[in-house]
């Protein structure tokens, strides 16, 4: 029985790199869903943030996208996504810090720029 010189080594053949790109997609797909289970139901509260609570009768089961949030004045509306882009995102940046450095940094203790050549 010959050997044959066509073997598939997976740690040769697949890029340790494509493992941390993985790895930042499935982080931030996470944080973004977290981010935006948590900004939906806080609309009301962000309206009132920014000095529109007296916008809508009532905020409640109002979204982004809802038919009473859309018929508001293009200003009212302006402020209110301004500030929940802005809590939205400082959400979805502060889940993925934390799993780099603390979860990622000092828990699991890998480095993320580790040279694996």
Request: hydrophobic share 50%.
């Amino acid at each position: 029985m010959g050997v044959h010189n066509n073997i598939h080594i997976p740690k040769e053949s697949w890029p340790h790199w494509i493992w941390y790109a993985i790895e930042f997609a499935i982080v931030l797909a996470i944080s973004m869903l977290v981010a935006r289970e948590i900004t939906d139901p806080m609309l009301g509260d962000i309206a009132a943030l920014v000095g529109q609570s007296a916008a809508l009768e009532s905020w409640e089961g109002i979204t982004v996208h809802s038919k009473d949030f859309v018929n508001l004045a293009p200003e009212i509306r302006g402020q209110v996504e301004s500030m929940a882009n802005w809590i939205f995102y400082s959400i979805v940046a502060g889940i993925f810090l934390g799993w780099y450095i603390v979860i990622r940094g000092f828990i699991l203790k890998k480095k993320i720029l580790d040279n694996k050549y």
